[in-house]
């Protein structure tokens, strides 16, 4: 369009639009052999970017930031963080159920003892595994998606959430111990007493623990989703060896008492769930939850499968900046200009100009 042309196009905010959307195409086509993205995709997908930061007030955008209000729908919001709590404590409940049912129904075999006992037609082996499931639940669980880049542990902390972390753990730590004291009663009053102290102490001693733990957010990111990345080392880093430590404990204590078999099993059962509970708290239910987010909005055509790469694509074409380990648009302007396509397309009204050719 010449100089002239554009003067007649009217008011300023349409020949404003009218460069900004011709800027916008030819960037796209800068490098015609490196596209990996169909151009009204991209625009699409910016302009759900644009949006999500002009309702968030933000001027840069980081991927770990990302929080269920992406979702418009309530319903998927609730489905998005109750999917991968449910998801994991499926997977912890099954193999501790069946291997604590077997360990049991051996043991019964082995010994002439009645290990292999059940309550209200259920075994016990299959109510400890529901009982550590329903916990898992309950640590991977959160509305809101906090990163958790670095781990501190503090008295001040300790003392402030004390009482609702005893609150929390006492249901746990009385379900624990009366399953566990049912199992082992056949082995004389002492060693009732013994296993069940212990697992109710369990788990109240890892609730008040954790209580201490702060996770936090660093101020400084040098590459994109960095902050979930870090979320998942200090998951791993701090639970696996409370597991460990947990785990070699109860293996020896049962061990001790019944046969080596008991002993991996149990070890593991009870290492592995400390584990899992610890790696949640310290990170772990962040990184599910960011993962779990990421995929449903993708599904429902929001965002690629792989936004990092596609931030990237579009920082490539001069359309996004880098800026740290996060992404702003190149202008303010561009990400009015985003934010308006995306409301005419979200009002049902297709948008105009050459973004959307």
Not at 56 to 61: I, S
Not at 254 to 283: E, K, N, P, Q, Y
């Amino acid at each position: 369009m010449s100089a002239a042309e554009l003067e007649a196009a009217g008011r300023v905010v349409d020949r404003r639009s009218h460069l900004i959307d011709s800027y916008i195409q030819h960037t796209l086509r800068r490098r015609p052999t490196g596209r990996a993205y169909d151009d009204a995709r991209v625009v699409r997908w910016l302009g759900e970017l644009a949006h999500q930061m002009s309702q968030d007030d933000q001027t840069v955008f980081h991927v770990e930031w990302m929080q269920p209000a992406w979702l418009s729908s309530p319903l998927l919001r609730i489905l998005t963080a109750c999917f991968s709590p449910l998801l994991l404590g499926v997977a912890m409940a099954l193999p501790t159920g069946y291997a604590i049912d077997h360990a049991n129904a051996l043991g019964a075999r082995l010994f002439g003892l009645g290990n292999d006992v059940h309550v209200a037609g259920i075994s016990t082996g299959w109510l400890t595994g529901a009982a550590i499931g329903a916990l898992v639940c309950v640590f991977a669980f959160d509305r809101a998606i906090r990163p958790a880049e670095t781990i501190s542990w503090s008295l001040h902390s300790l003392r402030q959430n004390a009482g609702r972390q005893l609150r929390s753990a006492l249901p746990w730590g009385v379900a624990l111990s009366a399953i566990v004291g049912t199992i082992m009663h056949v082995w004389g009053p002492a060693t009732t007493v013994i296993f069940a102290a212990f697992f109710m102490a369990l788990p109240i001693t890892f609730y008040v623990v954790v209580g201490g733990v702060s996770p936090q957010l660093r101020e400084a990111r040098i590459t994109p989703n960095e902050g979930m990345r870090r979320s998942l080392v200090n998951a791993v880093a701090v639970g696996l060896p409370g597991g460990t430590a947990i785990g070699i404990l109860a293996g020896v204590a049962f061990g001790a008492r019944m046969t080596l078999l008991f002993g991996v099993i149990d070890g593991l059962t009870c290492g592995g769930s400390v584990f899992v509970l610890t790696a949640l708290h310290t990170g772990g239910r962040a990184w599910l939850h960011h993962y779990t987010l990421r995929v449903m909005l993708a599904l429902r055509g929001r965002i690629p499968l792989r936004w990092v790469r596609f931030l990237q694509y579009a920082s490539d074409r001069i359309l996004l900046r880098r800026v740290g380990g996060g992404y702003m648009f190149v202008h303010g302007l561009f990400l009015d200009h985003f934010a308006a396509l995306h409301a005419r397309t979200a009002n049902g009204s297709a948008p105009t100009g050459p973004s959307a050719r």
